[in-house]
C-alpha cells in the first residue's frame, strides 16, 4: 500500500497500546481519550507532570487502562 507518509501500515496481531505524547492537555489529550474511549489501552507522555497525572486520572476514572511519563 502507497500512501502519502511513504509509511506501509503494520500487521498488529494481539494486544495493541496506543501511545501518545505531548497528551497533558489539547489534542494530544483528545486523542488519548478517543482511544481510550475505543477500550484500547494508551500510554501518554507529557512535560507538565501535573497536568498529565490529571489526564491520566480522567482516563483512569473513565474505565481506560493508561500509564504515564513526564518527559520532554
Same mark, same amino acid.
Given at each position: 500500500? %502507497?500512501?502519502? #507518509?511513504?509509511l506501509e501500515p503494520i500487521a498488529?496481531?494481539? #494486544?495493541? +497500546?496506543?501511545?501518545?505524547?505531548?497528551? #497533558?492537555?489539547? +489534542?494530544?489529550? =483528545?486523542?488519548?481519550?478517543?482511544?481510550?474511549?475505543?477500550?484500547?489501552?494508551?500510554?501518554?507522555?507529557?512535560? %507538565?507532570?501535573?497536568? +498529565?497525572?490529571?489526564?491520566?486520572?480522567? +482516563?483512569? =476514572?473513565?474505565?481506560?487502562?493508561?500509564?504515564?511519563?513526564?518527559?520532554?
Amino acid at each position: 500500500m %502507497n500512501n502519502r #507518509s511513504g509509511l506501509e501500515p503494520i500487521a498488529v496481531q494481539g #494486544s495493541v +497500546l496506543i501511545a501518545g505524547v505531548g497528551a #497533558s492537555n489539547g +489534542l494530544g489529550a =483528545a486523542i488519548a481519550r478517543r482511544f481510550a474511549a475505543g477500550g484500547y489501552p494508551v500510554a501518554i507522555a507529557g512535560r %507538565n507532570a501535573e497536568k +498529565l497525572a490529571a489526564t491520566a486520572a480522567e +482516563l483512569a =476514572a473513565d474505565g481506560a487502562r493508561v500509564t504515564h511519563v513526564v518527559g520532554d
